[in-house]
């Protein structure tokens, strides 16, 4: 199994955190529209060697998204700017040190997300995988190609799955937001089952065996956990908040961290359990909280383990201080040697 960890930034790192982890996805590295990659901003460079030495067969990747909002769609349609792609990638392994490169396009074909995007990209980025997985290969076995993808239909439709797993060493499947600043109605944003009464049945489970049945073996699918909050505000006091209408979307809300240490059973919001969607939430009688605990993180490793998925990743590391989640992870999830 593997454990996948985004880190941001300069985000702290210890030694014990690192022993627990299989991967580590660098966030992030920037595509141009000339094909090249900038990583020289990225402080966790500097500490490959020390992360390394504490844990030899970790996986440091770096997770590419586009610096200028049309890189992926310009260079993915171009064989010049894919091949250049490459050259990129193979830059990122052997003058910074990458184990190889993770691609989050938000997302091919879709234009809703502050991105240019064209049908074209469907088959391009078909394209796009190939080449950086040829490029990488060039330097030797071990290398990684991965990418991270929307949880729902629109993605399964918006890409050739069939055809990029053969590139692909995994797919880090980000469900969470499932519920975000598209949806008025306060639930779930990265709950492992749906809950009788939502009228929006995405879940961890439904996404995991959408892209199952789309063609991706299970062993390449990780399932995305939160380590952060989605709040709905100024809602009715009404089922403890589950499932009412906001005038707004849900926005971000508190990290891990801040939720236990200011929100959960304090200050007037009350920690409630769905065990249909075995997810927790807060409310305080007019903002509801939705986020990942060790209780939900519990059974979704249990899930993981007994459908033999390829494991869990989390968005991301900085947001848990305490280090409680990936304690949680860890204690309920074998894995590989």
């Known amino acids: ?160 799955l069939p055809e990029l797993v053969k590139v692909l060493d995994h797919i880090c499947l980000m469900t969470y937001d499932l519920k975000c600043g598209f949806h008025a109605l306060a639930g779930h944003h990265t709950q492992l089952y749906a809950s009788t009464g939502d009228v929006f049945r995405n879940s961890c489970d439904q996404a995991l065996r959408l892209f199952h049945q789309a063609g991706v073996p299970k062993k390449q699918l990780l399932m995305g956990a939160a380590f952060y909050s989605r709040k709905w505000e100024n809602i009715q006091d009404r089922n403890h908040g589950f499932l009412q209408i906001s005038k707004t979307g849900g926005g971000y809300g508190p990290d891990y961290a801040t939720l236990s240490k200011e929100y959960v059973n304090k200050n007037g919001y009350v920690r409630y359990w769905d065990d249909e969607a075995k997810a927790p939430f807060l409310f305080n009688g007019s903002t509801f909280l939705s986020y990942d605990d060790e209780e939900s993180l519990g059974h979704k490793c249990a899930y993981i383990r007994e459908q033999g998925y390829g494991g869990i990743f989390y968005w991301e590391h900085k947001c848990d201080s305490t280090g409680t989640l990936l304690q949680a992870i860890a204690k309920n999830l074998p894995v590989e040697g």
């Open 1 to 160: 199994m593997k454990i996948l960890a985004y880190v941001n930034g300069s985000t702290p790192l210890t030694e014990g955190e690192v022993q627990k982890l299989t991967h580590i996805n660098a966030a992030f590295a920037h595509l141009r529209n000339n094909g090249a990659i900038d990583a020289g901003h990225l402080d966790i460079v500097s500490r490959l060697q020390e992360i390394r030495r504490w844990n030899r067969n970790i996986k440091v990747v770096a997770s590419v998204v586009p610096k200028e909002p049309e890189a992926f769609t310009v260079c993915a349609a171009s064989p010049a700017l894919r091949e250049a792609v490459g050259q990129s990638c193979k830059k990122l392994i052997t003058e910074y040190g990458f184990d190889g490169v993770d691609f989050d396009w938000e997302y091919p074909c879709v234009p809703s997300n502050g991105v240019d995007s064209t049908i074209a990209d469907k088959h391009n980025f078909t394209l796009f995988c190939i080449e950086a997985r040829k490029a990488v290969d060039a330097l030797g076995p071990g290398r990684l190609v991965s990418i991270a993808a929307g949880a729902d239909l629109y993605y399964v439709e918006s890409v050739e």
